[in-house]
């Protein structure tokens, strides 16, 4: 598989909406001398984060580049001609992050685009230019991104039989069939099971998911399971040589990746047809390992039930799912397996945790106070006990 080829192509649209045009078209809209200074400056600074001190994928690098574009040229539209990226001031992020308010852009498309604003302001050498989102739009609200999913996206929460859905799109194609398995034994993204070297990742153990990830950040995924074993082995076979991936070896990456998509068409594998999306294959890893961890459902399968278990064993499982889901912060498995909301006590609970709390905090308890804590014990919901 070509992996250079991994660009976005003329016309297509982006993630957040917009169509990008080709570039001769784009550089019509902007002064050759912006035009040339800002692919200069993307070329040279667009890999490295803003705030940590590592490399982005060339994604993220290309999603930067269309979205300083669109700012630029929309600053144009707006009265705002300026001949150079050096030019660029508070004022016009403040104009533009009014019309996308106005325009009623989701927040993570707002906050993604001054993000990117943000980033070019340190490259032209003002680095205190741009900070917090919310300083340039009227409600914060319309730049404060969900972080915590208030949704099962698995497959099962959509009532779907996974294994005889998998199994209809193997009968049809088996590469991508194995793609699937991969993203529901592992939690591997659409890329990763797409460029998956199965010879390379086995160690034994556990694999290593290193080709296609996010950002170029490698991690390891333990094989805990008979069937994750047996996945592993059979992905083997698939392949003849060491560097071979599962993908279509006759297409190159992007092409893999469109025969990907057709075929998730094809089976209704959509928002729009059945709800579902292959993505929704990592919730499901991702759900079921935090029940497989701490013996209950997650947050967003059943908030009430999570919130019976301690704060370490949740956490625990938090950062265990954050590490399989190939994320540094503990906080990103919220947008996976959701939040745990706090446990609202009735006056009498409040009475009795209160009580309890007493007791145990005293040396020596005399008979009656024993039989009161014994009985707190046992008639008390457990959850207060948490708390």
């Given at each position: 598989?070509?992996?250079?080829?991994?660009?976005?192509?003329?016309?297509?649209?982006?993630?957040?909406?917009?169509?990008?045009?080709?570039?001769?078209?784009?550089?019509?809209?902007?002064?050759?001398?912006?035009?040339?200074?800002?692919?200069?400056?993307?070329?040279?600074?667009?890999?490295?984060?803003?705030?940590?001190?590592?490399?982005?994928?060339?994604?993220?690098?290309?999603?930067?580049?269309?979205?300083?574009?669109?700012?630029?040229?929309?600053?144009?539209?707006?009265?705002?001609?300026?001949?150079?990226?050096?030019?660029?001031?508070?004022?016009?992020?403040?104009?533009?992050?009014?019309?996308?308010?106005?325009?009623?852009?989701?927040?993570?498309?707002?906050?993604?685009?001054?993000?990117?604003?943000?980033?070019?302001?340190?490259?032209?050498?003002?680095?205190?230019m741009i900070q917090k989102a919310a300083d340039f739009v009227n409600d914060p609200n319309s730049v404060?991104?969900?972080?915590?999913?208030?949704?099962?996206?698995?497959?099962?929460?959509?009532?779907?039989?996974?294994?005889?859905?998998?199994?209809?799109?193997?009968?049809?194609?088996?590469?991508?069939?194995?793609?699937?398995?991969?993203?529901?034994?592992?939690?591997?993204?659409?890329?990763?099971?797409?460029?998956?070297?199965?010879?390379?990742?086995?160690?034994?153990?556990?694999?290593?998911?290193?080709?296609?990830?996010?950002?170029?950040?490698?991690?390891?995924?333990?094989?805990?399971?008979?069937?994750?074993?047996?996945?592993?082995?059979?992905a083997k076979t698939t392949v003849s040589k060491v560097n071979e991936h599962i993908g279509h070896p006759?297409?190159?990456?992007?092409?893999?990746?469109?025969?990907?998509?057709?075929?998730?068409?094809?089976?209704?594998?959509?928002?729009?047809?059945?709800?579902?999306?292959?993505?929704?294959?990592?919730?499901?890893?991702?759900?079921?390992?935090?029940?497989?961890?701490?013996?209950?459902?997650?947050?967003?399968?059943?908030?009430?039930?999570?919130?019976?278990?301690?704060?370490?064993?949740?956490?625990?499982?938090?950062?265990?799912?954050?590490?399989?889901?190939?994320?540094?912060?503990?906080?990103?498995?919220?947008?996976?397996?959701?939040?745990?909301?706090?446990?609202?006590?009735?006056?009498?609970?409040?009475?009795?945790?209160?009580?309890?709390?007493?007791?145990?905090?005293?040396?020596?308890?005399?008979?009656?106070?024993?039989?009161?804590?014994?009985?707190?014990?046992?008639?008390?919901?457990?959850?207060?006990?948490?708390?």
């Amino acid at each position: 598989m070509n992996t250079n080829s991994n660009k976005r192509s003329p016309g297509r649209t982006t993630a957040d909406g917009d169509h990008s045009k080709n570039s001769s078209a784009s550089q019509s809209y902007l002064p050759e001398r912006l035009w040339n200074e800002l692919n200069a400056l993307v070329n040279e600074h667009g890999r490295k984060a803003t705030r940590q001190n590592k490399i982005v994928g060339h994604e993220t690098v290309d999603a930067r580049r269309e979205k300083l574009v669109l700012s630029f040229r929309e600053l144009h539209g707006l009265g705002y001609k300026l001949e150079t990226v050096h030019n660029l001031q508070q004022r016009h992020v403040h104009v533009l992050a009014k019309s996308w308010e106005e325009r009623g852009l989701s927040a993570s498309t707002i906050a993604n685009r001054i993000s990117c604003l943000r980033a070019l302001s340190i490259w032209i050498g003002k680095p205190g230019m741009i900070q917090k989102a919310a300083d340039f739009v009227n409600d914060p609200n319309s730049v404060r991104r969900m972080q915590a999913t208030t949704e099962d996206k698995s497959w099962t929460a959509a009532g779907i039989d996974i294994h005889a859905m998998i199994s209809l799109v193997e009968q049809h194609d088996k590469r991508v069939g194995l793609q699937l398995k991969l993203m529901l034994a592992f939690g591997l993204r659409r890329k990763e099971a797409v460029m998956f070297r199965p010879l390379q990742a086995d160690m034994g153990a556990a694999i290593r998911v290193r080709d296609g990830t996010k950002g170029g950040r490698e991690r390891v995924v333990l094989l805990e399971t008979a069937a994750q074993r047996d996945l592993i082995d059979y992905a083997k076979t698939t392949v003849s040589k060491v560097n071979e991936h599962i993908g279509h070896p006759d297409l190159n990456l992007e092409q893999a990746i469109r025969r990907f998509n057709y075929v998730m068409e094809k089976f209704g594998i959509t928002h729009r047809a059945l709800g579902i999306t292959s993505h929704g294959l990592r919730h499901q890893f991702l759900n079921d390992l935090y029940e497989t961890l701490t013996g209950v459902p997650s947050p967003v399968r059943s908030t009430n039930v999570t919130a019976q278990i301690d704060q370490l064993t949740h956490d625990l499982a938090r950062s265990r799912i954050s590490q399989d889901a190939g994320h540094t912060r503990l906080a990103i498995s919220n947008a996976y397996i959701g939040a745990r909301k706090n446990t609202v006590l009735t006056p009498e609970q409040k009475a009795n945790a209160n009580r309890y709390r007493e007791l145990i905090a005293k040396e020596e308890l005399t008979d009656s106070e024993q039989k009161q804590l014994i009985e707190l014990i046992r008639n008390s919901d457990p959850v207060m006990f948490l708390l």
